[in-house]
């Protein structure tokens, strides 16, 4: 066929996804998701042979490849991000990094502000998720199943020791699953065992509240501004698996109330209760 039918046939198709897109909110909210995961997989067919033939295999190298291509799919979705205390990064050596989880778009905030020599803690459904999940592996994410603590905690510990031999940093999503409620879930404590007995600093990071922009339930999914802000480190020398709960609780804290700031909500009462606004930002897409 002439590349000009081509042109004309995807320019029409374009069109008429948009039509349909703004004639029905559900159908363009698929279409938006859908087209977020067609990015990542034609960045990831991208990415693949360029960290192979610059980098040679799995290194946290290859996250810099990866995160200079996924900062450009904002710009599809019309997101802003306004990011604050990026010098906060600036730590000598290896640390653990915590932020808020609240859906798979979380990977262009994740990207937008991701520090040199830091790999990420995912579940291991992710690494079959074709060449998405070869890209992830090639970056250096660190895989757990998340159905053994006895095995996700024996890979913590691992991590624990290369992290300050090979000077990562390696970034936790303490909540453990996406979570898009307008709220934190508590956290779980892995990331705090692993920043004490590695006694490295924990970085919190926040991202303001995508509800306003993002909500699958109501299938909305607009453009819109994320506030980004990366908190001072906490230092953990000295600390004893007993202040494991008391850094966790710490962390916690300052990060759910910085949440609230930046989402420009008032802070509601600690306990977690029926009022809290009923959205679910898992996708059955991604296991
Ligand atoms: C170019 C295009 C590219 C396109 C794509 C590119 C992608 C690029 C890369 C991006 C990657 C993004 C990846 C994002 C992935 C996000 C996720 O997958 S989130 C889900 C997975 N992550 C987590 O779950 C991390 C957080 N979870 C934990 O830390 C957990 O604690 C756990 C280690 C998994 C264990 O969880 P669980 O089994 O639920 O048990 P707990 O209740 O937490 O703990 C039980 C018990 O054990 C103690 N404990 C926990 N950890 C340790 C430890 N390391 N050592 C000792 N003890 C430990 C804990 O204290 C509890 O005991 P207690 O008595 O109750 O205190
Ligand atoms: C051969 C398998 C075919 C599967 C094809 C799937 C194609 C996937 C394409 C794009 C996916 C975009 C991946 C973005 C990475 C985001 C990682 C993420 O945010 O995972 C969610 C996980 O943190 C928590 O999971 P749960 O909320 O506990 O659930």
Not at 117 to 134: A, H, P, R, S
Not at 253 to 273: A, D, I, Y
């Amino acid at each position: 066929m002439e590349p000009g039918w081509l042109l004309w046939g995807a320019a029409v198709l374009l069109l008429l996804l948009h039509v349909l897109a703004e004639l029905s909110p559900a159908v363009g909210f698929v279409l938006r998701l859908g087209w977020y995961c067609l990015l990542c997989v034609l960045g990831s067919l991208l990415a693949v042979p360029a960290c192979l033939l610059l980098n040679g295999g799995r290194t946290v190298r290859n996250m810099r490849i990866i995160k200079n291509i996924v900062k450009a799919f904002k710009y599809f979705f019309g997101l802003k991000f306004e990011v604050k205390g990026l010098e906060n990064f600036e730590v000598e050596g290896p640390a653990i990094v915590v932020s808020n989880h609240q859906s798979i778009l979380d990977m262009m905030g994740l990207m937008e502000v991701l520090p040199d020599n830091c790999v990420q803690v995912g579940k291991k459904e992710l690494l079959y998720t074709g060449i998405v999940g070869l890209i992830m592996y090639l970056g250096g994410v660190i895989f757990i199943n998340r159905k053994s603590t006895t095995s996700a905690k024996m890979v913590m510990s691992e991590v624990a020791k290369t992290m300050v031999a090979e000077n990562v940093k390696v970034w936790v999503y303490p909540e453990g699953t996406r979570n898009c409620t307008g709220d934190f879930l508590p956290f779980k404590k892995g990331a705090f065992h692993l920043a004490i007995q590695a006694q490295v600093p924990v970085i919190p990071v926040v991202y303001s509240s995508f509800t306003s922009f993002y909500n699958p339930k109501t299938k909305l999914f607009t453009s819109g501004k994320i506030k980004v802000e990366i908190l001072p480190p906490i230092e953990t020398k000295g600390l004893t698996s007993d202040d494991v709960s008391d850094l966790t609780d710490r962390c916690y804290h300052t990060m759910r109330e910085t949440f609230f700031v930046l989402s420009g909500r008032p802070s509601p009462s600690e306990q977690w209760g029926p009022d809290q606004p009923d959205v679910w930002c898992g996708t059955a897409l991604l296991v």
